[in-house]
C-alpha cells in the first residue's frame, strides 16, 4: 500500500513538473508581441462591424475607420443617452466567425492609443460567440471586460492589462461564478463606449495604434482598471 500511495504521489509531481516545463517552453519559444491589431498588421474595415444600441431600441452608433496608411484606426461615434432614459452603448466588434486566437504564452494586452478624448472605453473579449435569436438579435453570453480612460491628450498612451484584469460579465453584471478566460479559445473582440448610465455622452473619439499580446507584464505599467458596471448601471448594455 505504501508502494503504490508514493508511486501515485511521485507519478502526480511527474506530471506537475511537466506541465510546468512545458509552460516555460512555450513562453521561452514564443515572440515577445503578437499583434492581433495594427502594425504590422493592416487595420482593416471589412473585419470589425458595429454592435450599437440600436439593436435594443437605442440611438447611438460608432465606426472604425481605418487611416489612410492602414496603421491606425479611429473609433468614433455618438453615445445617446436620452432614448433609453440614461443607458447607451456604443461598440466595434471583429466580423470574423471561424478564427480563433491563442494567446496563452502572453502575461496580457498591451493597447497603445495615439490620442484620446478623456472618456471610458471598455476592452471585451469573448469566447463564445453568440446564437442568433428568432428576431436576429445575438443571445447573450459571458464576455470579459476591461475599462480604461483614454487620455484627453495628444500623447501616446500605452495601456498594459493582465489577463486577470478582464472580469466576467453577463447581460452587464458581474459573473462571479462564470469559468476562467479561455486564453486558448478567444472568438471575439470589442471596442465599447458605454454611457455608465449617463455619465458620459455624446460624440467621442479614440485613436488605437496597436492591439497585442505581450510577454513580461512585470516590467510595463499598467493603468487601474474602472470597475463601475453592476446592477441597474449596465443591464442596458
Keep these: 500500500m505504501i508502494s503504490a500511495t508514493l508511486g501515485r504521489s511521485t507519478n502526480t509531481i511527474r ?103 478623456g472618456k471610458r472605453y471598455t476592452l471585451v473579449i469573448k469566447t463564445d460567440l453568440p446564437a442568433k435569436r428568432p428576431d436576429g438579435r445575438d443571445e447573450s453570453t459571458v464576455s470579459y471586460e476591461y475599462t480604461f480612460l483614454a487620455h484627453d491628450s495628444k500623447e501616446e498612451q500605452v495601456i498594459f492589462i493582465p489577463w486577470d484584469a478582464f472580469k466576467p460579465y453577463y447581460r452587464g453584471k458581474p459573473k462571479n461564478d462564470a469559468a476562467e478566460l479561455d486564453l486558448k479559445a478567444i472568438k471575439r473582440w470589442s471596442f465599447m463606449c458605454r454611457s455608465f448610465f449617463a455619465e458620459q455622452e455624446g460624440d467621442f473619439k479614440v485613436v488605437i495604434m496597436t492591439v497585442q499580446a505581450v510577454l513580461n507584464s512585470s516590467k510595463r505599467s499598467s493603468v487601474d482598471p474602472i470597475r463601475i458596471c453592476g446592477g441597474s448601471l449596465c443591464s442596458m448594455m
Design 15 to 117: 506530471e506537475q513538473v511537466i506541465r510546468t516545463t512545458r509552460t516555460f517552453a512555450m513562453q521561452s519559444s514564443a515572440p515577445k508581441r503578437l499583434p492581433l491589431f495594427g502594425p504590422p498588421r493592416a487595420w482593416r474595415t471589412e473585419e470589425w462591424t458595429a454592435s450599437d444600441d440600436r439593436v435594443r431600441g437605442g440611438s447611438s452608433q460608432s465606426y472604425l475607420e481605418p487611416s489612410s496608411d492602414l496603421i491606425k484606426a479611429t473609433f468614433r461615434g455618438h453615445l445617446d443617452t436620452q432614448t433609453l432614459g440614461g443607458a447607451g452603448f456604443a461598440s466595434q466588434r471583429t466580423t470574423s466567425t471561424d478564427k480563433t486566437w491563442d494567446v496563452s504564452p502572453y502575461d496580457g494586452i498591451e493597447l497603445i492609443l495615439a490620442r484620446g478624448d
